[in-house]
């Protein structure tokens, strides 16, 4: 007959191996995990460009694979000054070797926001541009046929004051659905006829304007008012078509609110609407959502601030007497995580990618896209940057078995 322990045995058996944790060294990189901590500069605007005056900070990167097996990053720039030759505000990296290196290529073009995108052997790239928010940038589109060598002159789509940066987009039923706003106080939806020519503007369709939705004045603290929406992010959850947009109230004082719409699209007119407010961890800043079709889980990556009010004065005091932050508080963007989801409303922690020491750094503005069992990331990143929001650098990051990060989270069968 088999025996058992006693429970006097088993409770020495766990004091045993809590004396064994509690005894084992414990190093700051168990405790405070980087998953993209080691990461390789695409590029580095301060040298690749040289300046008569100003400076150069960029939009949000974004990836795409090119049809020979490539990586390719699209960096819009924002040119503030002169520089000492011609550059056009749109440049394009490829990498041979899954990110470890990146060699810059000819091809430039007019834009200052946008995504990448591939659809059967060519690319694409979908933004507005060559002036940030101009009443007269439009959003445009083009195309490369030989993997972001060349690329056609931009065709206009929409003519307007349009933003948007790298975000999420979906693919189905033949068409193309993404975002954009309008001064930051109306949103759009826009979706394009894959089977026909896209940089034909009469292959694309657009929504009615929604107006941003007012802020209920519970929201935000006596005193503190106003927010703008911007920088969405189009996602497919069982079948429906949800957008979940940036909501920035008063001036990130009140932080961690998005705002969640609805879209149908009955082949003619697209029904899009204010569906609720909703938390979502680091809608102050811009995010980055996409789905993984291999498990179904949606995964973000999402700026957080360490603190947005006054609550610690002395935090406050020293961000003002730093000539290298841009004010204010919740505008701290050094710590970027990673959230699961299994509905793209409701978010899990699933680690940091990366976490700078000082407030004039930052990871922000990230583009994602996944490589068979690693998630690959590109930032907007300030290592030696002007502040926290005029970036010097950007980078890659390679996350590698990143569903391994919500193995432990997946519930199991009863």
């Known amino acids: 007959m088999k025996s058992t322990p006693s429970h006097t045995a088993l ?3 766990r004091t045993l191996l809590w004396a064994t944790i509690i005894a084992a060294p414990i ?3 168990d405790l405070h995990p980087t998953l993209g901590a080691d990461y390789t500069v695409v590029f580095d605007h301060y040298a690749g460009i040289p300046m008569e005056s100003g400076y150069i900070l960029t939009d949000a990167p974004s990836l795409a694979r090119t049809s020979d097996g490539a990586l390719l990053c699209a960096a819009p720039l924002m040119i503030r000054g002169k520089p000492r030759g011609a550059v056009k505000p749109l440049l394009f990296f490829r990498s041979d070797d899954g990110g470890a290196s990146w060699k810059r290529l000819p091809a430039e073009s007019d834009f ?4 990448l995108f591939s659809h059967g052997k060519a690319l694409y790239f979908l933004g507005a541009g060559p002036v940030h928010r101009h009443r007269d940038s439009g959003m445009k589109i083009i195309r490369s046929n030989d993997d972001g060598q060349t690329w056609t002159a931009p065709a206009t789509l929409f003519q307007g004051p349009y933003y948007n ?3 999420s987009y979906v693919i189905r039923n033949g068409q193309f659905y993404w975002c954009m706003d309008e001064g930051r106080s109306k949103t759009y939806v826009i979706a394009g006829d894959l089977s026909k020519d896209l940089l034909d503007p009469a292959s694309w369709r657009i929504s009615a304007p929604l107006p941003r939705p007012e802020l209920p004045p519970a929201m935000s603290r006596p005193g503190k008012s106003g927010a703008t929406i911007l ?12 957008l979940s ?4 109230i008063a001036g990130r004082d009140s932080v961690g609110i998005g705002v969640i719409c609805d879209l149908t699209d009955d082949g003619a007119t697209l029904d899009y609407r204010f569906r609720q407010f909703y938390a979502l961890p680091g809608a102050q800043n811009q995010f980055f ?3 993984d079709p291999v498990t179904g889980l949606y995964w973000m990556n999402a700026t957080l601030p360490t ?4 609550q610690d004065p002395s935090f406050n005091e020293k961000l003002k007497r730093n000539k290298h932050y841009a004010m204010p508080a919740g505008k701290e963007r050094r710590i970027l995580a990673l959230y699961c989801s299994f509905d793209a409303l409701n978010w899990l922690p699933a680690g940091y990618i990366v976490v700078w020491p000082l407030v004039r750094q930052a990871s922000n503005y990230c583009g994602m896209m996944i490589d068979g069992e690693d998630l690959l990331v590109v930032s907007r990143t300030s290592r030696a940057g002007r502040n926290q929001h005029d970036n010097d650098l950007t980078t890659f990051h390679r996350i590698k078995n990143f569903r391994d990060r919500a193995a432990f989270l997946l519930p199991g069968n009863e």
């Open 11 to 13: 409770r020495a058996i």
């Open 27 to 29: 190093h700051a990189a």
């Open 112 to 115: 200052c926001c946008g995504t």
């Open 165 to 167: 940066p790298a975000s």
């Open 231 to 242: 920088e969405g992010n189009v996602v497919e959850v069982n079948g429906r078509l949800q």
């Open 245 to 248: 947009w940036r909501y920035m």
């Open 289 to 291: 959502i996409l789905r």
């Open 307 to 310: 603190r947005t009010q006054d």
